[in-house]
């Protein structure tokens, strides 16, 4: 990686950094503090799937691209729409996400099984009917196969594009085996383990997706409503990216184009503020 041009005592600027991307992740007025990396964590160290849940920004990319195609499964939107305050709370919502990846990737084993049964706990509440008359859980196998299938891509993907592009084939197809290891934990079924499996997978559930009314509207929240609700610079430069890596079905149901030349500054953003997160971090863990 080039060197940053950082104004300041680099020590003051990397300290800074890390404060504002673990308060990110932390919500401090419940007492939550940053997972502490374990040698008995359920995934070896340096392993795939820890080194690139690690890289922060490809993480915030990949998890925006997750939850656009998560909302193309009509029975993960339902229970989205029916059971979560997402719309008054995405941050909450993502830094809950992001707090259960980070246990179940780097804490302690004992951790990681008590995170999952906690989200076991959870999906067993949430059922309903869909508008066509269909009744959903969030325990269904399937369902839980595309959220984890979303999710899984969507932060390869991220981590291809804006972490180490030349990550070694074998490499990739072990981040599909690891993280296949929680999703099992969680109840999904069926699951890939490999590149192959993940692309055929998302094959075989297109006919399942459906580019709804209601899946475009909360695409929409995600990429604009929530934009103007924050400081729009971060969130709009992450939004843009995480559409560029959208495969272009997804695009199409959604009502979404592909970022054009004229995207190419929140592309470069992306990039930098990846840089520079991992220099901060350097050594940090």
């Keep these: 990686m080039a060197a940053l041009n950082i104004p300041g005592p680099a020590s003051a600027v990397r300290g800074l950094l890390v404060r504002q991307v673990r308060g990110v992740f932390n919500d401090r007025e419940k007492g939550e503090t940053p997972v502490v990396p374990s040698n008995e964590a359920l995934f070896e160290v340096d392993s795939p799937i820890r080194m690139v849940h690690a890289d922060v920004v490809a993480m915030m990319v990949g998890g925006m691209r997750a939850l656009l195609l998560q909302m193309l499964h009509p029975a993960a939107l339902q229970g989205v729409l029916d059971h979560s305050d997402f719309r008054e709370d995405v941050q909450g919502r993502l830094r809950r996400t992001a707090r259960f990846i980070a246990l179940t990737t780097y804490g302690h084993r004992d951790e990681a099984r008590k995170a999952i049964d906690r989200v076991n706990a959870i999906h067993a509440r949430v059922t309903g009917t869909m508008p066509d008359g269909r009744t959903y859980s969030a325990t269904e196998p399937r369902v839980l196969a595309w959220v984890h299938l979303a999710e899984a891509?969507?932060?390869?993907?991220?981590?291809?594009?804006?972490?180490?592009?030349?990550?070694?084939?074998?490499?990739?197809?072990?981040?599909?085996?690891?993280?296949?290891?929680?999703?099992?934990?969680?109840g999904a079924s069926p699951l890939p383990r490999n590149r192959l499996e993940a692309q055929s997978l998302m094959a075989d559930m297109r006919g399942e997706l459906e580019g709804s009314l209601a899946a475009r509207e909360v695409a929409s929240f995600l990429l604009n409503g929530e934009r103007e609700r924050r400081s729009g610079a971060v969130a709009r430069t992450l939004a843009v990216a995480a559409v560029d890596l959208l495969p272009p079905f997804a695009r199409i149901l959604l009502g979404l184009k592909r970022p054009g030349a004229s995207a190419w500054p929140q592309m470069i953003g992306t990039r930098a503020m990846a840089e520079a997160v991992r220099w901060a971090f350097a050594g940090t863990r």
Excluded at 159 to 182: K, N, W
């Design 153 to 186: 891509t969507s932060f390869l993907e991220a981590y291809l594009a804006y972490g180490d592009p030349g990550m070694p084939p074998a490499a990739q197809d072990r981040y599909f085996e690891q993280s296949a290891v929680v999703a099992e934990m969680l």
